[in-house]
């Protein structure tokens, strides 16, 4: 199974902006729940945005609605998050995930329920 693929981590200054990508095999990605999970050091990994790519529904965590967007590129099976406004809590692995099957909404917190990983990148906000 190829894995997912991530891009576009990096460092900023806080209110800075980022947008990761991820590219996923056309059977993973297509009528699916792509997610994006992130790790702080020394912290449990929590799930932060997902889009069904069906038909474009999104959810987002509360600590990053308003800030983060999460949007795909049907052609090219290929999700992005958009970060804006970035605070140094934001500051962590980043990683791109899918279930075997999901529905919407795309909400299930727990890392149990995803089958395909990425390698993570890294998101670096310092103040």
């Known amino acids: 199974q190829v894995p997912l693929v991530e891009s576009g981590g990096g460092s900023v200054q806080a209110g800075g902006s980022l947008r990761l990508s991820c590219v996923a095999p056309?059977?993973?990605?297509?009528?699916?729940?792509m997610v994006w999970f992130r790790q702080a050091p020394g912290k449990e990994r929590e799930w932060v945005v997902g889009i069904y790519t069906g038909h474009g529904s999104t959810s987002y965590a509360d600590s990053v609605k308003d800030r983060f967007t999460i949007s795909q590129d049907y052609a090219k099976n290929t999700v992005y998050l958009q970060m804006n406004s970035l605070k140094p809590e934001d500051t962590a692995m980043y990683y791109c995930a899918a279930p075997r099957r999901g529905r919407p909404p795309c909400t299930l917190t727990e890392m149990k329920h995803y089958n395909y990983w990425g390698q993570g990148t890294q998101v670096t906000v310092s103040s």
């Open positions: 056309i059977n993973t990605f297509r009528g699916n729940c």
